[in-house]
C-alpha cells in the first residue's frame, strides 16, 4: 500500500518529505569570525600590503594574495542598500515581512549581507545608523549576526 504524503498548509503548499543527512562544514580559513561572533566580537580581515579591510572576510587578499590578518571592528554601521522580502522559505515564513540590507562600516571597504531587524520595515532608509548584534544562542551560522536600527 502507498503511504500518503503528509500535507501541513495549503497556503503555501507545505509537505513532509522525509530527508537526513550528516554534513560537516569547516569554515576554513574564516573559522575566527564565527569563533568571535560568539564571542561577542565583530571581526574582519586587513591586508596590510594593500591596505584593504574586508567584511565579509578573506583568508587571503583578493588584489595581491597575500594573507590577510584579523582585526575587530565597531559594531555601528549603516545601511548600503536593503530589500524586504513578503515571501520566504519555509523556515522564515512565520518573519516576513523581513528586510536584508548591506551593511557599511568606517574603515571597510566592502559592504557585508546581513538580516536587518525592524518593527516597521517602512521606516527603514539608506544611510541610517544600526548596531549588528550577536546570538547568545550560537548555531554557527550567517543569522548569528544581525543589524537592527539605531
Not at 557585508?112 to 531587524?117: A, G, I, N, Q, V
Not at 518593527?119 to 543569522?143: C, F, Q, T, Y
Request: glycine share 4%; charged share 30%.
Amino acid at each position: 500500500m502507498k503511504k500518503m504524503t503528509e500535507v501541513y498548509s495549503i497556503e503555501p503548499l507545505v509537505i513532509k518529505i522525509p530527508y537526513e543527512i550528516e554534513y560537516r562544514h569547516s569554515y576554513g580559513e574564516t573559522s575566527p569570525f564565527f569563533l568571535n561572533i560568539a564571542q561577542g566580537k565583530l571581526t574582519a580581515t586587513r591586508c596590510d600590503h594593500c591596505k584593504m579591510t574586508y567584511l565579509p572576510p578573506r583568508g587571503d587578499c583578493p588584489i595581491c594574495l597575500r594573507e590577510t590578518r584579523w582585526i575587530e571592528i565597531p559594531d555601528v554601521g549603516r545601511v548600503h542598500s536593503f530589500s524586504t522580502m513578503f515571501f520566504a522559505g519555509e523556515k522564515f515564513l512565520k518573519d516576513i515581512p523581513f528586510s536584508l540590507a548591506y551593511i557599511e562600516f568606517d574603515g571597510v571597504d566592502t559592504v557585508f549581507l546581513t538580516r536587518l531587524k525592524t518593527n516597521d520595515p517602512k521606516k527603514l532608509k539608506i544611510g541610517m545608523k544600526v548596531k549588528m548584534h550577536m546570538s547568545r544562542d550560537v548555531e554557527w551560522k550567517a543569522s548569528d549576526v544581525w543589524a537592527e536600527p539605531i
